[in-house]
């Protein structure tokens, strides 16, 4: 990709060394100012100049609210027996009050439900003992007994009643009964 | 919840982007303190009358304005700013873990002169920038909370980057 008027620092260019210093540049634009940056020493020492004060910047300690402050506006408002705050309160308002703190809770949480299901299902399977075993493989074999033996008795009704008795005798003396009426009428 | 924990829930989630955010504003943090117990006891006030999940932006909206408030009011009496931020310093000096004292002079000196090219920055671009990038918040929000358009807000980060490495510069040829 060629950057238009072979990377010249107009002020477009610069917004871009200027986002891409404070991390805060699409991924075309991060490009565009690495490409230049390689061509062009004077990109280069502004885009190092540029994340020189956004380090500094993003290392500055925010500035701590003093205790006397909260304490004596506390104070004007909060009954005494209410002031000093509970642990639970303590916990809730650490999780609560730090988006990250209370993604990776969550996150944590998931993970651990997760892998318990895993282990629990992994630990079911492994549990059984050789002698459960073998009492299942009986188990398995005589219920498969009892279907062979239903499935024989099903065979011997079809072969032995039904085809015989109920089809092939009604048909055979369906066709006797149709001969004696053609003999007759010869 | 009651009104009591409410307070105390926001008072420990937003006290120190109150705080932080009145000391670059005004500039020194005797007039920080002031303003911060200000919005403290008018959160108290306004408790039941703001949405909880809107709360960072009107927290911030408040601070904001009287920021602006004290600021008028001090415009022609006599600055109290000291510029020498003894008790960052000393923040910085006992956190940062570099042997070389050179270094961590270095570093210490470093850190002021951004605290202070920060403070010399205009009032609009300021506020935007700490708000921005001190204190993480977004341009939406930062939008809301100045009631500037969304395009106002990334204009006036970028004006403000620009100045801040401009006071630096300015810095390093005084040096």
Excluded at chain 1, 53 to 62: D, E, F, M, Y
Excluded at chain 2, 122 to 148: A, C, H, W
Aim: glycine letters at 2%; aromatic letters at 10%; hydrophobic letters at 40%.
């Amino acid at each position: 990709m060629k950057h238009k008027n072979n990377y010249i620092v107009d002020a477009e260019m610069l917004n871009k060394i200027i986002s891409a210093a404070y991390d805060d540049a699409s991924l075309k634009e991060r490009y565009i100012v690495y490409k230049a940056s390689k061509k062009r020493a004077e990109i280069k020492a502004l885009l190092e100049e540029y994340r020189s004060t956004a380090r500094s910047v993003n290392a500055l300690p925010l500035e701590e609210c003093p205790n006397e402050i909260t304490d004596s506006a506390s104070n004007k408002f909060i009954p005494k027996e209410k002031r000093n705050a509970s642990f639970l309160f303590d916990v809730y308002s650490t999780f609560f009050s730090r988006p990250l703190l209370s993604a990776v809770a969550a996150t944590m949480i998931i993970i651990a439900m997760l892998t318990s299901i895993l282990f629990y299902e992994r630990n079911h399977q492994t549990t059984y003992s050789m002698e459960e075993i073998e009492r299942a493989n009986d188990q398995v074999k005589y219920a498969l007994t009892i279907v062979k033996d239903a499935f024989n008795k099903s065979n011997n009704i079809l072969t032995e009643d039904i085809l015989t008795n109920k089809i092939a005798k009604p048909i055979g003396e369906g066709i006797k009964y149709v001969n004696t009426l053609l003999m007759e009428e010869n | 919840m009651n009104n009591t924990a409410k307070y105390k829930f926001l008072i420990q989630q937003h006290k120190t982007m109150i705080y932080n955010y009145s000391f670059y504003m005004l500039k020194n943090k005797m007039d920080a303190d002031d303003v911060a117990q200000e919005v403290l006891i008018r959160i108290w006030q306004n408790l039941g009358k703001f949405n909880m999940l809107a709360a960072k932006a009107w927290i911030m909206r408040v601070t904001h304005n009287l920021c602006l408030d004290y600021l008028r009011k001090k415009k022609n009496e006599l600055s109290r700013s000291y510029f020498i931020d003894e008790e960052a310093e000393e923040f910085i000096s006992d956190n940062v873990e570099i042997n070389n004292p050179a270094i961590k002079t270095h570093v210490v000196m470093l850190t002021s002169k951004v605290k202070e090219a920060i403070k010399e920055l205009p009032e609009n671009l300021r506020s935007v920038f700490v708000m921005y990038q001190m204190q993480g918040m977004k341009y939406k929000e930062i939008s809301k909370t100045l009631d500037l358009p969304l395009g106002t807000v990334k204009v006036n980060l970028l004006r403000a980057r620009k100045k801040l490495q401009e006071g630096l510069r300015h810095y390093e040829t005084q040096e």
